[in-house]
């Protein structure tokens, strides 16, 4: 057969590279994750024989197989499971984390900084190239379930690795490490040690679902012993807690989540009755990358009498949970069952609705017991949970009383909504928050400034999401949820009838400036007013009290979704000496054509103010130089 040799892709070689110069102090985990992928292509192989029964293929004694030999230093992990073609080859195997080798590699330089390097394989698709770790050279041979040609890959790591077709090879996947010399100073240990291979399956892999076989050595003048079953094949799910160590739940997490980190929290449910299944969920301790891409799979995996069924089965969590992992095992669901099915099955939706409860009093207990987990919680999930607030109203408050939000009251410590009640202000009807990019330049925004001036604590929210679930929620506890840049604004409660008197006459004083205004600026505003809300800034712009905001026309616009643009309002702080030169300047009757520039600079000001962009940038820029060039 014609053997091609082909190139690492540049980042591949880099990757490599680091991995093989011991970037990971535990070299055991090339063992756990080969076993690992041997599993997966089990439980593949599993599946695809369920839904054709045509395949041919067989699965009367799936299982993976661990060979060694020391006079070769070899070490084999062989599985007969769905093996991978010749093609599959050359993109699983042949490109190292296709979709996020360079994120891997930034992240690999950090956590090397940061001593946490070991918590990163797995994550990017590269579980296969830690064999490197422990081998001088790596050999796969593979076959495709059904096909009757399969694939010899071979590589020493460094450029280059071959492609062959074989005739001969047997259904599944084989990886042999021609292992390196022991180096125990550098934690390499001698992998062809029977003890070292069976502490291995045992701390990492007890709880796969398939056996892993090895012979024993033979003792001198003995026949060959039979193959022995390493692992105890125990669904942790299945088992009472107090059979089972967190040190097991954790390496079951590890297994399926591919994170190699310790969850955050364990979950455990188990439903008797009618409808019977166990879960057992992980809340990690870490955000992937990748948790608010398109392509994210979730991480449930859904099993029917401990036979698997699915990987990441997005009917058992909603969206907004979608960080969980963990397994559920159903005892009446159909081992046949398809994707479409489950998003119809009653039993199923009984299933979220359960989980999705359970999931969120674990965080709220969380939240009232240890105040540290809550704040990691948080932090990686915060952002994802709050889409729950718009698309699970039935839910919504069980949300909202896990949720927590940056606020003026403190400069570091979050917030509830409860709490935020509890301090309002006597004759307070409103809890008031504002949304933008970051806690800085919402802090400084001219809409600001009354709340500051009057000691008013608002939320501050930075996420997109923000923009969306307030409106969703509206009113928490009565109270109703207003943005401080959205509609008319009056703080003066307490002297109500006097501050009207004032502002109605400052009104009436500026009528004629503030309809000149308005007919200047039509393009871009719809009204011209005086503000409340204002004690330092000339202007700033709002939003009708029902029009949407910029930030939220510009989320649907990327989203594909065409809305007009929405005019907004100007307000100008009458008591700004800006505002009251140009008032004065009006009512002087000076040239109109000047006037008109430091109109349009005064609105360019405030939309820049408040983090926008003028409409045209340039002339903006030409104004202001001209203006510059006149005080000089």
Same mark, same amino acid.
């Given at each position: 057969m014609t053997t091609e040799t082909f190139e690492f892709q540049v980042e591949a070689r880099q990757l490599l590279q680091l991995m093989i110069h011991s970037v990971y102090s535990n070299k055991d985990v090339f063992l756990r994750e080969l076993v690992s992928n041997a599993s997966d292509a089990l439980d593949k192989l599993r599946l695809e024989k369920l839904r054709d029964d045509s395949l041919d293929a067989d699965?009367?004694? $799936?299982?993976?197989?661990?060979? @060694?030999?020391?006079?070769?230093?070899?070490?084999?992990?062989?599985?007969?499971?769905?093996?991978?073609?010749?093609?599959?080859?050359?993109?699983?195997?042949? +490109?190292?984390?296709?979709?996020? /080798?360079?994120?891997?590699?930034?992240?690999?330089?950090?956590?090397?900084?940061?001593?946490?390097?070991?918590?990163?394989?797995?994550?990017?698709?590269v579980g296969f190239y830690s064999g490197f770790m422990a081998a001088d050279e790596v050999t796969l041979v593979t076959r495709r379930a059904g096909e009757s040609?399969? +694939?010899?890959?071979?590589?020493?790591? #460094? !450029?280059?690795?071959?492609?062959?077709?074989?005739? *001969?090879?047997?259904?599944? /996947?084989?990886v042999t490490l021609h292992l390196k010399p022991a180096d125990p100073e550098n934690q390499l240990h001698d992998y062809t040690s029977e003890w070292?291979?069976?502490?291995?399956?045992?701390?990492?892999?007890?709880?796969?679902?398939?056996p892993i076989r090895m012979v024993p050595e033979a003792e001198d003048g003995q026949d060959a012993p039979e193959p022995e079953t390493l692992n105890s094949m125990k669904a942790l799910w299945a088992r009472s807690r107090d059979e089972v160590s967190d040190d097991e739940y954790h390496e079951l997490y590890k297994h399926i989540s591919h994170d190699w980190r310790e969850p955050l929290e364990t979950i455990r449910l188990q439903a008797e009755g009618t409808f019977e299944y166990q879960a057992l969920l992980f809340v990690p301790?870490?955000?992937?990358? *990748?948790?608010?891409?398109?392509?994210?799979?979730?991480? =449930?995996?859904?099993?029917?009498?401990? @036979?698997?069924?699915?990987?990441?089965?997005?009917?058992?969590?909603?969206?907004? $949970?979608?960080?969980?992992?963990? @397994?559920?095992?159903?005892?009446?669901?159909?081992? &046949?069952?398809?994707?479409?099915?489950?998003?119809?099955?009653?039993?199923i939706?009984?299933?979220?609705?359960? $989980?999705?409860?359970? =999931?969120?009093?674990?965080?709220?207990?969380?939240?009232?017991?240890?105040?540290?987990?809550?704040?990691?919680?948080?932090?990686?999930?915060?952002?994802?949970?709050?889409?729950?607030?718009? +698309?699970?109203?039935?839910?919504?408050?069980?949300?909202?009383?896990?949720?927590?939000?940056?606020?003026?009251?403190s400069d570091d410590e979050p917030t509830t909504l409860a709490?935020? @009640?509890?301090?309002?202000?006597?004759?307070?009807? *409103?809890?008031?928050?504002?949304?933008?990019e970051s806690r800085q330049s919402i802090?400084?925004?001219?809409?600001?400034? !009354?709340?500051?001036?009057?000691?008013?604590?608002?939320?501050?929210?930075?996420? !997109?999401?923000?923009? =969306?679930?307030?409106?969703?929620?509206?009113?928490y506890e009565g109270k109703k949820l207003r943005s401080v840049t959205k509609g008319e604004i009056d703080l003066d409660a307490e002297d109500a009838d006097k501050a009207g008197e004032e502002r109605e006459k400052q009104a009436e004083e500026f009528a004629g400036l503030l309809g000149w205004m308005r007919e200047r600026l039509d393009e871009d505003i719809k009204e011209v007013r005086l503000s409340t809300r204002l004690t330092v800034s000339p202007a700033c712009v709002v939003s009708?009290?029902?029009?949407?905001?910029?930030?939220?026309?510009?989320?649907?616009?990327?989203?594909?979704? #065409? =809305?007009?643009?929405?005019?907004?309002?100007?307000?100008? &702080?009458?008591?700004?000496? $800006?505002?009251?030169g140009l008032h004065q300047a009006y009512q002087a009757g000076e040239e109109r054509a000047e006037l008109a520039e430091s109109a349009e600079l005064l609105h360019a000001l405030a939309v820049l103010a408040e983090g926008g962009q003028p409409k045209d940038p340039a002339r903006f820029v030409r104004l202001v130089a001209d203006r510059l060039e006149r005080t000089l």
């Open positions: 699965v009367s004694d $799936l299982h993976i197989e661990l060979d @060694v030999d020391k006079e070769a230093r070899t070490l084999t992990v062989r599985d007969n499971g769905i093996g991978m073609s010749y093609d599959e080859v050359g993109q699983l195997i042949g +490109t190292i984390a296709n979709s996020g /080798t360079a994120t891997f590699l930034q992240e690999l330089k950090e956590a090397k900084d940061a001593g946490g390097a070991e918590g990163l394989i797995g994550q990017f698709g040609q399969g +694939t010899r890959w071979t590589s020493r790591g #460094e !450029a280059t690795y071959t492609l062959e077709r074989v005739d *001969d090879a047997p259904q599944g /996947t084989s070292k291979i069976r502490e291995i399956v045992k701390r990492y892999s007890d709880f796969i679902t398939w301790s870490h955000a992937p990358h *990748d948790l608010f891409t398109r392509d994210f799979k979730r991480g =449930v995996q859904l099993y029917v009498k401990r @036979v698997f069924i699915m990987d990441d089965c997005e009917a058992l969590l909603p969206p907004y $949970l979608r960080f969980v992992k963990g @397994v559920v095992d159903a005892q009446d669901l159909s081992l &046949n069952v398809s994707r479409e099915i489950l998003q119809q099955d009653r039993h939706r009984m299933m979220q609705r359960r $989980l999705t409860k359970k =999931v969120l009093s674990t965080v709220k207990e969380i939240k009232t017991k240890d105040a540290e987990r809550y704040a990691t919680f948080w932090r990686e999930f915060g952002t994802a949970l709050k889409e729950g607030l718009v +698309t699970d109203p039935e839910n919504r408050d069980a949300i909202l009383a896990v949720s927590s939000f940056a606020t003026t009251h709490q935020y @009640v509890e301090r309002m202000q006597d004759g307070q009807d *409103d809890i008031w928050f504002i949304t933008g802090e400084n925004s001219p809409h600001m400034e !009354a709340f500051r001036d009057k000691g008013i604590e608002v939320l501050l929210l930075t996420d !997109a999401v923000d923009e =969306v679930w307030v409106d969703a929620v509206g009113a009708d009290a029902h029009d949407l905001t910029p930030a939220l026309e510009n989320m649907y616009r990327a989203m594909g979704q #065409e =809305v007009p643009r929405t005019k907004r309002i100007l307000e100008l &702080n009458p008591g700004h000496p $800006l505002v009251k």
